[in-house]
């Protein structure tokens, strides 16, 4: 999928000035509100005309206004569920569907309309008119005349905030299921960083109609002052891991990351087999020379030392454990245990140490100092990032 838009377009005191390239799986559009989200949703779905610009998804051309192109909403090959729609609201859910779902050719369906009535539980609702349900049935009728449609892209408005957290763990697994293996993408728009991590770590941060920051949470981590746009806390690693087994008794999910076996908070929730992604601050995590017996921490990772980085607070100790961990000591406790480069050394983190990046939002900003397979030393004192 490649998307290409630069558009303009003035509504009173908002002017919205995007330009956009995109060719991922996915990605998600990020900022508070009244930052032009819905807006650029609206201007690809068809449902707001731009003043002057283009819009071309994969080569064909939704608008271009040097050309005279204008492709009604109906035509293009994209599916959107918008907060604000009023697309047949005189028609009955059934007849709406019905018709989504005979419009699609036999070919390129991706989904049995019952099968998604079910999912949605949309069948108490089929024979009442679009403009008698709330917002969370709409929302649910939207979503699923749009994969009805099997579009070329799908549009997403801070759905799962509007159709209820119940029906999110049913459609989390579908929308990952398009994306890989029927590979259709989606742009999610949402003020909830987790939301949209659930979905890609692609991000278009925005902020008035203009784009502050583009790319990969690593990538967009590095920019000053887009830390405290986003509401991130400190977050000194980020870990991709894999759930593998919940612990009930014991009261702790546990996963694999780069090949480490993780004790994390129990979220039942989070299906075997899926992949998420969780912080641990570089103060959480402590050091010792062995592994030790009659403990409390369930984490005892081994490793070995790959760097020692002073800091204003102390010494950040690099270490190889398969992946790469950053841990934060003092000066003095470098001393007393003589840590070398080269050492082994145990990593020992509490499991309520470990966050989901996907319940980050609410936690106060700090500092991030690495992510992935780079580092980065926020200072406190001029709000830099630098790279080790």
């Not at 090959?77 to 005979?102: F, W």
């Not at 003095?332 to 020992?348: F, K, N, P, S």
């Amino acid at each position: 999928m490649l998307l290409e838009m630069n558009v303009k377009l003035r509504r009173g005191h908002f002017d919205l000035t995007t330009q956009l390239s995109i060719s991922e799986a996915s990605v998600g559009l990020f900022g508070k509100s009244g930052a032009g989200k819905s807006t650029i949703l609206g201007l690809i779905a068809g449902t707001i005309q731009p003043q002057s610009g283009h819009i071309i998804l994969d080569g064909k051309i939704l608008f271009d206004s040097r050309k005279g192109i204008i492709m009604p909403r109906e035509q293009r090959p994209i599916g959107a569920v918008l907060q604000l729609d009023c697309v047949h609201l005189a028609e009955s859910v059934r007849d709406n569907l019905t018709s989504a779902y005979q419009r699609t050719l036999k070919q390129r369906r991706l989904f049995n309309l019952d099968y998604l009535i079910g999912i949605l539980e949309l069948g108490p609702i089929l024979d009442r008119t679009i403009e008698t349900l709330s917002v969370s049935e709409r929302q649910r009728v939207a979503l699923t005349r749009s994969l009805l449609k099997s579009p070329k892209l799908l549009l997403l408005d801070d759905t799962f905030a509007a159709i209820g957290n119940s029906y999110r763990a049913q459609l989390l697994p579908i929308l990952k299921r398009l994306q890989d293996e029927f590979g259709l993408p989606a742009l999610y728009a949402s003020k909830s960083l987790g939301e949209i991590l659930d979905l890609t770590d692609q991000l278009i941060v925005l902020e008035h109609g203009q784009v502050l920051q583009s790319g990969s949470l690593r990538e967009v981590a590095k920019q000053q002052d887009i830390l405290r746009y986003l509401g991130i806390r400190q977050i000194d690693n980020i870990l991709p891991i894999n759930i593998r087994h919940h612990d009930y008794v014991a009261g702790c999910s546990l996963a694999d990351s780069f090949g480490l076996p993780l004790s994390l908070p129990l979220r039942p929730q989070l299906a075997i087999g899926s992949q998420a992604q969780v912080s641990i601050r570089a103060k959480d995590i402590a050091l010792s020379r062995c592994y030790i017996d009659g403990i409390s921490i369930q984490n005892q990772i081994k490793g070995r030392i790959c760097a020692l980085i002073p800091s204003e607070d102390g010494m950040i100790v690099q270490i190889d454990c398969g992946g790469i961990l950053l841990a934060e000591i003092t000066t003095g406790a470098c001393r007393d245990m003589a840590l070398r480069e080269g050492d082994t050394i145990y990593c020992l983190i509490k499991t309520h140490a470990i966050v989901y990046l996907a319940e980050i939002d609410a936690l106060p900003y700090q500092r991030v100092v690495s992510h992935g397979d780079a580092y980065y030393y926020l200072s406190s004192g001029d709000l830099a990032l630098v790279e080790l």
